[in-house]
């Protein structure tokens, strides 16, 4: 008969798995052999846990499908949680394989043991203990249900011996379901007079409108209403979008900013924009979500409808009136392409230094037109909602609600894995690169061919940049790198080198044309400031501050960086 292990593999080969992350360990062992013997599901080996569910999470956005991942007893599967975190909270579904020290020993502090139960619960949908071989099959067929239907993470705890009994059991397949969430007539109704009822509508969007780029068009023209994304939502809602006028949150720019407080009545379609100082506070509110524990969770609404972006939008629009003045809109996309100008402005060369936001221009032109970026916690991001231009075909993931550092690359090695020949950019920050440095070690052992642009300003560039605002003088933020560019050529890499803008153009064109993996080292500026789009009286105080202390602790020169690095968008 077969083993628990195996008819685990062929469970997942059955329902549609091709790979599984992680690291072997003894505990794992029945588990790992499994898949050696079955030929049917790869084994990606990296080198870190973390990394593991990481590129499960990559791999989940970038496919919609149910993504697994593993690790062995005690701090095997104890690596995995920082990337489980992100992909509980970018609500994609991830199984974990969590291995568990010997049946026998549980409770008696045995080596490396822990409660995995205990501390997988806040990352996961659904945790459980696979405690004998005949409950394997019905607790799998649960945990990969409850991944794919609650969008989340499922963790499987199972003891290494348990594993590797016999058991008599067939394969199952487990795939999706689908279905069409519709609002009940009341509430498009009440929607309906909220919106026709005012002459100001401004559009939030989200990841929620993801396949509903159509719809989310007409529903703007019928209302004349702007339309803000949230960072997840770039993807979905910026592109060919004639009432676009950016982004807002803590990474966005003023245009979104000023369209959401111009607002008497705002749309909230799929959106889960975590700043509520970021929301009107005058404005009426109608908010559009599949979950509705989801409705007034950031700000207070007025009428709440629960469903799909794309069915709802198809229910109200015959509700709603036509004929509206334009002066709204007219105004907020004036507003925006001033905007936008001036952000593009800033992404010129320099004889000096090299700005981030040329560097992100250049990447943005030269990349495939179905390219996955994947930016870093941190600047990188600041720089990848600004620059990077969606097209409906390019894809932007990354760890935007968990905030992890380091998951440019660990995230790039799902997404490469799940479909090698597409283009992966990897945005990754100094810091985060650094943080898990080794992995570009994988991308050698697999063949992953990934592009790896290193935003290099020796420094925790975001860190420091909050900091200022806050009346900081920088501490424990400077970073101390080598030649990324060099690490990576003695790890089989092809990697370049930029210290001049002068040499970015033609480095940029290299590095996308070499065949297989490559590292862009780009030395960038250091004091480049990402203002938010409203700078409040606090923030002002803060620089201040920051000014003042600066100068008190000896280290004056760094305004005089700061001030002749942004004396673009200062003055």
Known sequence: MPTVARTMVDTLHASGIQRVYGIPGDSL????????????????????????AFAASAESQLTGELAVCAGSCGPGNLHLINGLYDAQRSRTPVLAIAAHIPSEEIGSGYFQETHPQELFRECSVYVEHV???DQMPRLMRVAMREAIEKQGVAVLVIP???????????????????????????????????????????????????????????????LQAPIVHALRGKEHVAYDNPYDVGMTGLLGFSSGYHAMEAAETLLVLGSDLPYQQFYPQDASVVQVDLRGSQLGRRTSVDVGLVGGVRETIDALLPRLAADRSSKHLDTMTKHYRRTR????????????????????????????????????VGSPVVWASRYLSMNGRRRLIGSFSHGSMANALTQSVGAAAADPSRQVVALAGDGGLTMMLG?????????????????????????????????????????????????????????????????????????????????????????????PP???????????LYAIRTVLSGRGDELVDLARTNWRQLF
């Open 341 to 376: 100008k001036d952000l593009d402005s800033l992404a010129s060369p320099s004889k000096r230094t090299i700005h981030p936001q040329y560097l992100a221009r250049l990447v943005d032109q030269a990349a495939a037109e179905d390219a996955v970026f994947i930016p870093d």
């Open 131 to 133: 405690s004998q071989a």
């Open 160 to 222: 290494g011996d348990v594993a590797l009994q016999e058991i008599s059991a067939e394969p199952e397949t487990i795939r999706p379901t689908t279905s069409v969430v519709t609002p009940a007539e009341g509430d498009l109704e009440a929607a309906a007079e909220a919106l026709n009822g005012c002459e100001r509508v401004t559009i939030l969007a989200g990841a929620g409108a993801a396949g509903a780029h159509d719809a989310l068009l007409q529903i703007a023209e019928r």
């Open 439 to 531: 992995e570009l070690l994988t991308l050698t052992q697999a063949q992953l061919p990934v592009k790896t642009v290193v935003f290099n300003n020796s420094s925790l560039n975001f860190v420091e940049v909050e900091m200022k605002a806050a009346g900081f003088v920088n501490f424990g933020t400077g970073l101390t790198n080598p030649s990324f560019a060099d690490i990576a050529e003695s790890m089989g890499i092809r990697g370049i080198r930029v210290e001049s803008s002068a040499e970015l153009p033609d480095a940029v064109e290299e590095f996308f044309a070499h065949d297989g993996p490559a590292v862009l080292d780009v030395v960038t500026e250091r004091q480049e400031l990402s203002m």
């Open 29 to 52: 062992n029945g588990f790992t052999d499994a898949l050696r013997a079955s030929g049917t599901i790869d084994w990606v080996q990296v080198r870190h846990e973390e990394t593991a």
């Open 534 to 544: 409203a700078v409040t009286a606090e923030q002002a105080k803060g620089f201040t």
